[in-house]
C-alpha cells in the first residue's frame, strides 16, 4: 500500500509540474505570436519575456517566496520611472506563479552629490536582506543603476539585474556584468523638435523646459548637442537655470509663433524638488502657447501628441525604441536575458 500510494503521490506531482511548465510555455509562445501580428506590442514583448524567464526559472523550485529588491532614484514619485515601477510591481506579483516577496529602497540620488555617501544606504540594504539575498534586482532609471553599479562588490554581486527606465547612453554595454541585463530606451531626441515644425511650421520661437537635478543636467547637455542642427530655424531658449515661478512668468507672455517643449523637470534652478505631473499642469494653467511633451505619461494634462516615449505597454515611440540588452543574442551570450538568470542559478 505505502508503495502504490508513493507512485501515486509522484505521478500527481510530475503531473501538476509538467501542468506549469506547460502553461508558462504555451504562453511564452503566445505572446511571441501576438508580436508577429503588431508592432506595437514589441516593447510589452521585451518587458515581459524577461519577467517570464524569471518566472519559469523560479518555477522549478519549491513555492518558497521570491525576493525581488526594486530601488528608486528619486525619493518621491517622479514621472516617468514611478509609472515604470508601478506597472512592474503590480505584472511581476500578478504574474508570478510563486509569492513575490518585494522589497523596495527610494535612494533620493538628486540630494547626494558624493558617491562616499552611499555608505547609509549600502548599509541599509544589506541589513534588510541580511537573512536572504534578492533573486533579482530591479533599479529603476539610470542614477538607480549607478548606485548598483559603484556599490556591486558589498551588494550581491551574483544576483541577476533588471535595468529598467534608463537609456542606453548612460548604460552602454561595456559597463554592465555577465549578470546584468535592461529594457533600455533609445531617445530620438531630434524627432521631438521635428515633430514641432512639421506640426507648426511656422514656428520662430521653442523654450526648452528641462530641470536642474544631476538627471537633468545631462539631459540638458544631450539635448544641446541634438537640437544644434535647428539652429538656423528657431530661436531656442533654455529653461534650465530658471526656477518654477520664472519658467511660468515666461510662459504667460511668449509671443505668437511659440511653443514650449516639456522634457523633464524635478528640481529647479533654486533646488526645489518638483512633482513632474503637478509641475506640467501649472504651466499649462498659465502657458499662452502650445506645450509639447516627451513622454506619454504626460498625455492628458494638456500637451501636444507627436513621437512620445512609450510608457504604459503598449509599444515603442516613433521617437524611441525599448530593447531588451542589444548585445545579447542567445542563451550562450553571457549578457543575455537567459545568461543572466542562469548565471544566478535561478
Not at 515581459?48 to 519549491?62: N, R, T, Y
Not at 538627471?215 to 541634438?226: D, F, K, P, Q
Not at 515666461?250 to 533654486?270: G, N, Q, T, Y
Not at 505597454?313 to 542567445?330: I, K, L, T, V, Y
Amino acid at each position: 500500500m505505502r508503495a502504490a500510494k508513493a507512485w501515486y503521490d509522484y505521478q500527481r506531482s510530475f503531473e501538476r509540474r509538467t501542468f506549469r511548465r506547460h502553461f508558462f510555455v504555451n504562453l511564452y509562445r503566445c505572446i511571441f505570436g501576438v508580436a508577429a501580428f503588431s508592432a506595437m506590442t514589441r516593447t510589452r514583448i521585451v518587458w515581459w519575456s524577461l519577467v517570464l524567464l524569471f518566472l519559469f526559472a523560479a518555477e522549478s523550485c519549491a513555492a518558497e517566496a521570491r525576493r525581488v529588491l526594486m530601488l528608486h532614484a528619486f525619493g518621491h514619485a517622479y514621472s516617468p520611472w514611478s509609472d515604470m515601477a508601478a506597472s512592474f510591481r503590480a505584472e511581476i506579483v500578478k504574474r508570478s506563479p510563486q509569492p513575490i516577496d518585494l522589497y523596495e529602497v527610494s535612494l533620493d540620488t538628486a540630494r547626494v552629490q558624493d558617491s562616499k555617501e552611499d555608505a547609509p544606504f549600502v548599509e541599509y540594504i544589506k541589513a534588510l536582506l541580511s537573512g536572504r539575498p534578492p533573486d533579482l534586482i530591479v533599479p529603476v532609471g539610470a542614477p538607480a543603476a549607478f548606485f548598483l553599479q559603484r556599490n556591486r562588490p558589498q551588494l550581491f554581486p551574483r544576483t541577476p539585474m533588471l535595468i529598467l527606465g534608463a537609456d542606453v547612453r548612460r548604460i552602454p554595454g561595456a559597463t554592465r556584468t555577465e549578470y546584468d541585463t535592461g529594457v533600455l530606451l533609445d531617445l530620438d531626441l531630434p524627432a521631438y523638435l521635428t515633430n514641432v515644425l512639421q506640426l507648426l511650421p511656422e514656428t520662430t520661437d521653442i523654450a526648452v523646459v528641462v530641470g536642474n537635478s544631476p538627471v537633468e543636467r545631462y539631459w540638458t547637455s544631450e539635448l544641446h548637442r541634438a537640437f544644434q542642427q535647428f539652429a538656423d530655424r528657431v530661436n531656442i531658449t533654455w529653461f534650465n537655470d530658471l526656477t518654477l515661478g520664472e519658467m511660468q512668468e515666461r510662459a504667460a507672455r511668449m509671443p505668437a509663433k511659440s511653443v514650449i517643449f516639456w522634457f523633464l523637470l524635478s528640481e529647479d534652478a533654486a533646488g526645489v524638488p518638483y512633482s513632474e505631473d503637478r509641475a506640467l499642469e501649472t504651466m499649462r494653467e498659465v502657458s499662452t502657447v502650445p506645450i509639447f511633451g516627451m513622454g506619454d505619461y504626460q498625455m492628458g494634462r494638456g500637451i501636444v501628441g507627436g513621437p512620445l516615449m512609450q510608457n504604459q505597454g503598449s509599444g515603442p515611440a516613433r521617437g524611441g525604441r525599448c530593447f531588451a540588452n542589444p548585445e545579447g543574442r542567445d542563451a550562450k551570450h553571457p549578457r543575455s536575458a537567459i545568461g543572466v538568470v542562469r548565471a544566478a542559478g535561478l
